[in-house]
């Protein structure tokens, strides 16, 4: 079974540009969340999806920050414009709400880097 | 609100010797628990959960963790590391209602030395 895809694997911009990460979670997933990693720190939720609704993007930077979820399986999370504050690892993770475990599959993570 | 404190963000032991890292957690609900490992340049692993029932949890790799309500733990140990157990170790917490909202510790910084 394949895991949670995530592209880029890196991603060095300047500031003030965009950027996009993509995501395809694991089959049959229906809830998909991005955290954010800064360096030397634990992973910090920035929206979580249920489908296609976002159910809790109360950590979501709504003035650079958007995110989707079309058809309710891949997901793209875009910044614009970049801050050099932005640099972090951002990672992408499905689970199924069914399982009842509350076990989350991550991604390897999308580095960014904002020169 | 969650939260978790990892109490320590550096240990460094040597090869073949027992290791313990320390987790508390802070909420007003029954949780979910667990850790997880991240090698360099990768994702998140889980290594083992604590839902209901026996405290004392069994995970990969030789890990096993214990859960304390009364002193609001979740510690790490493993009796004997190796080399490749190097790694940033993640303590979380979600609350037992099935939102499945992790809320994670800072990490530890495991560091074997031979």
């Not at chain 1, 592209?7 to 911009?13: A, D, G, T």
Request: charged share 20%.
């Amino acid at each position: 079974e394949a895991g949670v895809v995530q592209s880029p694997r890196y991603k060095i911009i300047e500031k003030k540009q965009p950027v996009a990460f993509w995501c395809n979670p694991i089959s049959g997933h229906n809830t998909l969340y991005w955290y954010r990693q800064n360096l030397g720190q634990g992973p910090e939720l920035l929206i979580r999806y249920e489908n296609e609704e976002a159910v809790d993007d109360s950590q979501l930077p709504k003035d650079r920050f958007s995110a989707e979820r079309l058809k309710g399986v891949d997901s793209t999370l875009k910044i614009q414009p970049a801050e050099l504050g932005d640099s972090a690892v951002y990672l992408c993770a499905s689970s199924f709400s069914g399982s009842g475990t509350g076990e989350l599959f991550f991604g390897e993570g999308s580095r960014l880097t904002v020169l | 609100a969650q939260s978790v404190t990892q109490l320590d963000s550096q240990v460094p032991v040597f090869e073949e010797a027992p290791v313990e890292l320390r987790c508390n957690y802070s909420s007003s609900v029954s949780v979910y628990l667990f850790w997880y490992v991240q090698y360099p340049n990768q994702g998140l692993q889980l290594l083992l959960k604590y839902l209901s029932g026996s405290t004392l949890v069994k995970g990969i790799n030789g890990f096993e963790a214990e859960f304390n309500k009364s002193q609001t733990s979740f510690h790490l140990r493993k009796p004997s590391v190796h080399i490749s157990d190097t790694a940033e170790y993640f303590c979380a917490v979600s609350d037992g209602g099935g939102a499945q909202k992790l809320v994670f510790g800072q990490g530890t910084r495991l560091t074997i030395n031979p």
